[in-house]
């Protein structure tokens, strides 16, 4: 019965595993033709990468939570994915030399070396990016029926900080000093804080404590905190001073105005933890239907439901911006937006982040992290 349960599941993975292992080893060694000590040394490194991969993924992000295994199978899963991918790109230039005339095993070579040297410089690139302190990135946003007191109001947004089995304490620190230099009226973390539980990952978090907003610093629970400990982050980040709006709201005054700042769970609670998963009518309960609403939910393909209801703002993180090449057209399939600011029916913006850390492999190309800081703008 198990294996009638798994076997397609299993038998999925192998396919996705083929491909991805497949392609770059024949981009790389099948068709260029090298010497046979070469060839053999290539594809044993391949082969133990195939088989190494889930293996590593299952200690590390299965039961036995082993953060040497994660680290390393993290790291092997981007690898692979960055020379899969510029592999179907080298093999399409192939095709424009051997058009162009040149011969093989030449052509095949000079596609393998080319595909090598952009992968590694790409990697190496990508590690840099991932393990910075996010640049901050700074928009203004006009917000209907926001009155004239809170004009200019600083929102600063983390999110999908994704503290898990490499320690990034120092980074903590840095990252809630940049946010305190934006002077923020108000603070967010938009979900998926970490990957485990709060012992393990706590002291990754807890420099988050020293953030200071005015208004009020906010979190919401993001996918990830459901498959770890979701209550045990809730009470933990209740307990560093941020508030958690767990379908919740709190109006904002400052200069005689008002703002609605609401967030709801996050989808994936719904199957996992009772009494969660997103509510948006119960967050929005009791509050004026005359004052504009800033929503905290963390998967962009909410908006549907903040349309809804007539927000006036919507922040979001979860795409990490496609984290790696071209990752981003498959996120595509799933979320209506990757990054950045956009609208959505008459009355509804929705902000998506890139993120502000990494999930699994520490790299980031062409997608970098940012600290957001959302200056809210009346009419």
């Known amino acids: 019965m198990r294996l009638l349960r798994f076997g397609p599941r299993l038998l999925q993975v192998l396919v996705i ?25 290539g594809s044993a490194l391949f082969l133990l990468g195939f088989a190494g991969l889930p293996a590593l993924m299952f200690l590390g992000h299965g039961p036995a939570q082993s953060d040497p295994a994660g680290a390393v199978g993290d790291t092997l899963l981007g690898a692979v994915w960055v020379l899969f991918s510029w592999s179907v790109i080298g093999n399409l230039g192939r095709l424009g030399l051997a058009v162009a005339g040149v011969p093989d095993p030449l052509r095949a070579r000079i596609v393998a070396v080319a595909v090598l040297v952009v992968s590694l410089a ?49 980074w903590s620190e840095k990252v809630a000093d ?51 400990d979701p209550q045990g982050w809730i009470d933990h980040m209740a307990s560093i001073g941020w508030q958690p709006l767990h379908n919740q709201h709190e109006v904002l005054c400052q200069g005689g105005d008002r703002l609605v700042m609401a967030g709801i769970d996050d989808p994936t609670g719904a199957g996992r933890l009772l009494g969660h998963g997103p509510d948006l009518p119960a967050a929005l309960r009791g509050t004026d239907p005359e004052l504009p609403v800033v929503l905290l939910a963390h998967q962009p393909k909410q908006v549907a439901q903040a349309v809804e209801a007539g927000v006036a703002l919507q922040i979001s993180g979860h795409t990490h911006g496609g984290q790696i090449w071209p990752f981003h057209y498959l996120v595509r399939l799933d979320q209506p937006v990757v990054a950045g600011l956009s609208r959505h029916g008459e009355h509804t913006q929705l902000y998506t982040s890139r993120g502000t850390g990494f999930w699994g492999p520490q790299l980031r190309v062409f997608a970098p992290s940012e600290i957001t800081v959302l200056v809210l703008r009346s009419p």
Do not use: M
């Open 122 to 170: 790409l990697l190496a690139w990508g590690v840099v990016e991932a393990r910075r302190v996010p640049r901050v990135r700074t928009l203004e946003v006009t917000i209907p029926r926001l009155g004239p007191g809170l004009d200019g109001l600083r929102l600063v947004v983390v999110t999908d900080t994704h503290f898990g089995p490499l320690n990034r304490v120092r």
């Open 178 to 228: 940049v946010v305190n230099a934006q002077r923020p009226d108000v603070a967010c973390h938009a979900g998926d804080l970490a990957d485990g539980s709060v012992a393990k990952r706590r002291h990754q978090v807890d420099p988050l404590a020293k953030v200071h907003a005015e208004l009020g610093r906010f979190y919401i629970t993001g996918n990830h905190e459901y498959f770890g």
């Open 17 to 41: 595993l083929a491909l991805l292992f497949g392609l770059p080893w024949w981009t790389l060694l099948g068709a260029a033709d090298w010497p046979t000590p070469v060839t053999a040394a």
